[in-house]
């Protein structure tokens, strides 16, 4: 029963938030995009962290997972039920949330339940992605596996479909899954804007997780060309004559484990957004993009018997620009740095924490420049988190981080991670 209770909860979750703009932003699907132009800001939104100095410590330092926690998800993604969820302060008015659902449930026979679930919002994305795919897979051959999924949704133009074909190990720890997604399946026949695609979004999605001794290999993502659509009727497109949107993202690890309580781990991750819009009032089309990027090392080793170091290194690279309306091209450069320690004590660890960022960016506009000041090129956090495992498949973390100065920034983060 608690499955379905988890799988009602989001999508509960899911047709509050998606059905709507969140704040400017687009959701997933990328739709229902009617603009009330007098208001620039939720017009055109993707200026608006431009230049807040600790967007990348927030969310790929302070409120990341674990790395151990990480390699663990990863691991039984395939095998287990689980869900996480890490939520954080990122401005005053603002909050971090990144929640997964994995659900994998032997009906017997070589018949499987799946749901995959995910709760995505940050500053460095330029939409929310919140879904839930439901599903069954069925087992052909030893170890390879064919798959189908369905989004629900209420209004049926976004409803999404993905077909797949997966190989496992004998315990389904190791595996490759490929998925051809089809995000609106039915969006030319069922969209009440009077929309024809000219492009459909189709999409490929992969989870891939293979171990060769000490070192494990994993990789996802997703990629799509985008759609392509027009609105020929007036009436039910008053404004917006045509619109594109791309979103694709990927992200490749390798860890290095020299024994049980220590790890290295490279990671790749790479995001790219790009949109474009034409309305009846040219003055107003614009085509957008943005690539942000990151390159990361984290090393961790316990010295003591209840003692750990985590030392990372990330290089973070944004790159943006937009023709049309409010024509810009900006870039900004992030080296950023930490130091954790961690300590044990029966199911219990205090970690104390220090973090920055050494940044610069560049922006040149036809319209009014970005305040120059706010490039102070450095930024830094210090860290104080507690963790408790309640059982070997559940784990808490509380932390609190505050910039060491008197009128700096501070937030909160919760997390929680879980199988059943």
């Not at 687009?26 to 017009?43: A, I, K």
């Not at 927030?58 to 996480?84: C, D």
């Not at 024994?259 to 085509?287: G, I, P, R, V």
Request: some cysteine; glycine content about 6%.
């Amino acid at each position: 029963m608690h499955i379905f209770f988890f799988i009602f909860l989001l999508l509960s979750l899911i047709e509050k938030g998606i059905s709507q703009q969140f704040d400017g932003y687009q959701d997933n699907d990328g739709l229902h995009s009617t603009f009330f132009l007098e208001d620039d800001q939720d017009f055109f939104p993707y200026e608006d962290n431009y230049t807040h100095d600790g967007i990348f410590v927030h969310e790929f330092i302070s409120y990341a997972f674990h790395p151990f926690w990480q390699f663990e998800w990863e691991r039984q993604f395939f095998q287990r039920n689980g869900l996480r969820i890490s939520s954080g302060s990122l401005r005053t008015d603002e909050l971090l949330v990144h929640g997964e659902l994995t659900l994998n449930e032997d009906l017997s026979r070589g018949w499987w339940f799946n749901a995959r679930g995910i709760w995505y919002s940050n500053l460095h994305r330029n939409h929310r992605d919140v879904s839930i795919y439901l599903g069954t897979e069925r087992e052909t051959v030893k170890g390879i596996s064919l798959f189908a999924l369905c989004f629900p949704r209420f209004n049926k133009e976004d409803l999404g479909v993905q077909l797949g074909l997966s190989w496992f190990s004998k315990h389904r720890q190791h595996y490759l899954s490929l998925a051809l997604v089809l995000p609106e399946l039915v969006w030319d026949e069922k969209n009440d804007l009077g929309g024809e695609s000219s492009k459909k979004p189709v999409g490929i999605q992969w989870y891939g997780r293979y171990s060769i001794g000490k070192f494990t290999l994993f990789s996802e993502g997703y990629y799509s060309p985008g759609f392509e659509r027009i609105f020929t009727d007036p009436e039910k497109s008053p404004l917006q004559t045509s619109h594109s949107q791309r979103i694709n993202q990927a992200q490749f690890k390798i860890y290095y484990q020299s024994q049980s309580n220590s790890m290295l781990q490279f990671h790749f991750y790479t995001y790219l957004f790009k949109e474009a819009k034409s309305f009846y009032e040219m003055q107003n089309d614009f085509d957008y993009k943005n690539v942000t990027s990151n390159i990361s090392i984290r090393y961790l080793f316990r010295f003591k018997e209840k003692q750990r170091l985590q030392l990372l290194s990330q290089y973070v690279i944004k790159d943006a620009r937009s023709l049309g309306y409010r024509q810009h091209d900006f870039d900004r450069k992030d080296i950023l740095a930490g130091v954790f320690y961690e300590y044990f004590w029966s199911d219990h660890a205090l970690e104390l924490g220090y973090m920055l960022s050494l940044y610069d960016w560049s922006y040149n506009s036809q319209n009014d420049a970005l305040d120059a000041e706010l490039n102070n090129k450095y930024y830094d956090k210090v860290y104080l988190g507690y963790a408790f495992t309640f059982t070997e498949n559940a784990i808490f973390r509380i932390s609190v981080s505050h910039q060491p100065a008197i009128k700096g920034f501070g937030g909160g983060s919760i997390q929680y991670m879980m199988f059943f």
